[in-house]
């Protein structure tokens, strides 16, 4: 064969495997040494959209891999707001792990030729840790239904393992998974997020637990953004081909709209979403994706296409509500100033983060925010509030304290239990080691 053409055909054999290699993922379950090769070869393949670093180890030493996506992916950028995606926190509930690898392909390839992937990354960063239980994934049974492989190598449920928004549950050791996950939330103001789950075919929102005070209302625990998660948990089972529809799953009691409260289907202490949404003002849902929790795997490709559409139109609600920057008079950021949206009294309350930034995911309509600060001025504002998704933009409404004249500023008070907006240098250097 004369040289030129040899070339062309090395040149077109190494085309197709890439192609196949990184295009065509195949529907199967990938152990934790070929996710982390996959992982890594995508990161190299688009290294200008994509950054992978590891939140810390499980028991036995895997990685916790998380793949960033976006425009900017190796730092945050004003504005921007921040999204993640969790699979696999129960080790035997593995179709989550295979749809994020699915969804990290299609965002991918589709960067630049597909509109919506291109405005979304465009217009978000997107975290997605395709497995927080590699241990327990590794130990599975493919059963249906049995929980071998639930747990983590200590033999614990990682989503009753958060410290509890309602009760303490101090006398339990964190675990090293856990506590991955509590320090990576830390790193960044999370804005949305949802942890994928199965069992069951429904998305379920807070609170998941209660200390029976008045959020406690007719067998559900009403939190003070209940209209926002019943409109999060409705896009995504509207969106699913099959969860609005309620029945699913034959063993099971239809949900009403594919939909339920975490406490009403079952209270739970020590969950992943009440931490998230309470301690560090990110909104997250549990989403149930698959009736069986180890499907075989020729049913993983309906199963994309099932959760396809409800994947991306989730992700989209990120631009929900209002966001912005907290500024002194000088135009300097301002950490820490509490933003209240009248009517929503938050256990802890939503605040600007070390970049003087707030998001607060609201649907349309007008709402009274009170922006307060030590030192300042008590601000009082009227916002009309657009639908924000549409335009992959939240409404930008900047709030400009003035000082009162005086009282000396003192450092603000960090309420040690509200902990995400006060993200220290220690956490954000240990990031980038990490890195
Ligand atoms: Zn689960």
């Known amino acids: 064969m004369p040289a030129q053409r040899m070339f062309v055909f090395q040149l077109s054999l190494f085309f197709c495997s890439w192609l196949s290699s990184i295009h065509g993922l195949d529907f199967r379950y990938y152990n934790s040494v070929e996710m982390e090769q996959y992982l890594k070869d995508v990161n190299r393949t688009y290294p200008e959209i994509t950054h992978l670093h590891s939140i810390g180890q499980s028991v036995e030493g895997r990685e916790l891999w998380v793949l960033i996506l976006g425009q900017h992916p190796r730092e945050h950028r004003t504005g921007i707001p921040e999204f993640k995606y969790v699979g696999n926190m129960h080790g035997n509930e593995v179709v989550g792990r295979v749809l994020l690898l699915q969804l990290i392909n299609y965002l991918t390839s589709r960067y ?5 992937v291109t405005r979304m990354l465009n217009s978000s960063r997107v975290h997605i840790l395709p497995s927080m ?7 599975s049974d493919r059963d249906c239904i049995n929980s071998v492989g ?38 960044e103001t999370f804005v949305l997020s949802a942890n994928l789950h199965g069992g069951a075919v429904v998305a379920s929102y807070p609170y998941d637990n209660s200390n029976r005070g008045s959020e406690l209302q007719g067998g559900q625990s009403i939190s003070p953004d209940d209209d926002v998660f019943i409109h999060l948990a409705k896009t995504y089972s509207y969106n699913h081909t099959e969860m609005h529809n309620a029945n699913s799953c034959s063993d099971f009691i239809g949900f009403d709209h594919g939909i339920t409260n975490g406490y009403y289907w079952y209270p739970l202490k020590g969950g992943m979403q009440d931490y998230n949404y309470v301690k560090a003002q990110c909104l997250e849902l549990t989403l149930e994706i698959s009736c ?3 499907p075989l795997e020729s049913q993983l490709p309906g199963l994309w296409e099932a959760n396809r559409p409800a994947l991306l139109a989730y992700m989209q609600q990120v631009h929900l509500g209002v966001k ?5 008079s000088d135009g300097k950021p301002v950490q820490n ?4 949206v009248s009517g929503r009294r938050n256990l802890c309350p939503f605040s600007s983060d070390r970049n003087g930034e707030y998001f607060r995911l609201l649907l349309p309509g007008t709402y009274t925010i009170t922006v307060t600060h030590p030192g300042h001025e008590t601000l009082t504002q009227r916002i009309k509030v657009p639908y924000g998704p549409d ?19 003192g450092a603000a008070p960090s309420p040690q239990s509200c902990t995400n907006a006060i993200t220290t240098l220690t956490l954000f250097i240990l990031q980038r080691l990490l890195s």
């Not at 900047?398 to 000396?408: A, C, G, P, T």
């Open 292 to 294: 069986c929790k180890f």
């Open 337 to 340: 100033a509490v933003v209240e």
């Open 133 to 139: 239980n590699p241990d327990g994934f590794e130990s």
């Open 112 to 116: 630049l030729s597909d509109p919506l």
């Open 324 to 328: 912005g920057v907290v500024m002194d």
């Open 391 to 409: 335009s992959f933009s939240a409404l930008t409404h900047n709030f400009i304290l003035r000082q009162k004249d005086n009282i000396s500023t």
């Open 150 to 187: 639930r747990y983590n190598k200590n033999g614990v449920d990682l989503n009753r393992n958060f410290p509890d928004a309602f009760e303490s549950n101090t006398e339990q050791e964190i675990e090293k998974e856990v506590s991955a996950v509590m320090d990576w939330l830390k790193t």
